[in-house]
């Protein structure tokens, strides 16, 4: 059974920095394509960031180059989102995402809120 956990949300102030983190579980975590996703309140969700965990190799939403950085720990089945320079328009909520049938499995989701 497929099990993602994010961590790592909440309030942080314009410019500031946070690091989101999501454990997996029941994955083939070697060899996939992790993403993260968010949904900002009334929007659609937006892909934001996607690593393969076989080679490292990443992508990013045009709005988020530059300031966020997707990395992995394979030993410990975890991926994570640093995210630098956060403004408002970051405000969402960010969910982890796993490939499977259909739309893949989603994590709960932690929020972020950027706010002064």
């Known amino acids: 059974q497929v099990q993602l956990v994010e961590s790592g949300g909440g309030l942080v102030q314009p410019g500031g920095s946070l690091r989101l983190s999501c454990a997996a579980s029941?994955?083939?975590?070697?060899?996939?394509?992790m993403k993260w996703y968010r949904q900002a309140p009334g929007k659609e969700r937006e892909l934001v960031a996607a690593?393969?965990?076989?080679?490292?190799?990443?992508n990013y939403a045009d709005s988020v180059k530059g300031r966020f950085t997707i990395s992995r720990d394979n030993a410990k089945k975890t991926v994570y989102l640093q995210m630098n320079g956060l403004q408002p328009e970051d405000t969402a909520v960010y969910y982890c995402n796993a490939p499977g049938a259909g739309l893949g499995y989603w994590g709960k989701g932690t929020l972020v809120t950027v706010s002064s």
């Open positions: 690593i393969s965990t076989f080679n490292g190799n990443t």
């Open positions: 029941g994955v083939t975590f070697i060899t996939t394509i």
